[in-house]
């Protein structure tokens, strides 16, 4: 049974940058998808950034330059580094793991980005 563990999110200023880890417990890490949602209040979860096996990555338009996935195969933990961090990033981050029918995730861990 694959689990996801994030990293503790926090608070930081606007402009400020962040980086959140999941680590992978389970087999065959190399060959899952990775990618990071999120939750905004009272909005749906969205995609944030995918990374493929094959280290393709995908990026919602709203993060595009700002936000970096990228995955240690050495070390099963998937990374989302954010920079420029504005007040509407704000919301709880999810990490998943998907390889066909075998999706999970993580708890989730909250980002609030305020003065």
């Known amino acids: 049974q694959v689990q996801l563990v994030e990293s503790e999110g926090g608070l930081v200023q606007p402009g400020g940058s962040l980086r959140l880890s999941c680590a992978f417990s389970g087999e065959l890490f190399r060959f899952y998808t990775m990618a990071w949602y999120r939750q905004a209040p009272g909005k749906q979860r969205e995609l944030v950034a995918s990374?493929?096996?094959?280290?393709?990555?995908t990026y919602a338009d709203s993060v595009k330059g700002r936000f970096t996935i990228s995955r240690d195969n050495a070390k099963n933990t998937a990374y989302l580094q954010m920079n420029t961090l504005k007040p509407e990033d704000t919301a709880v981050y999810y990490c998943n793991s998907n390889q066909g029918t075998y999706d999970y995730w993580g708890q989730g861990t909250q980002v609030t980005v305020s003065s």
């Open positions: 990374i493929s096996s094959a280290r393709t990555t």
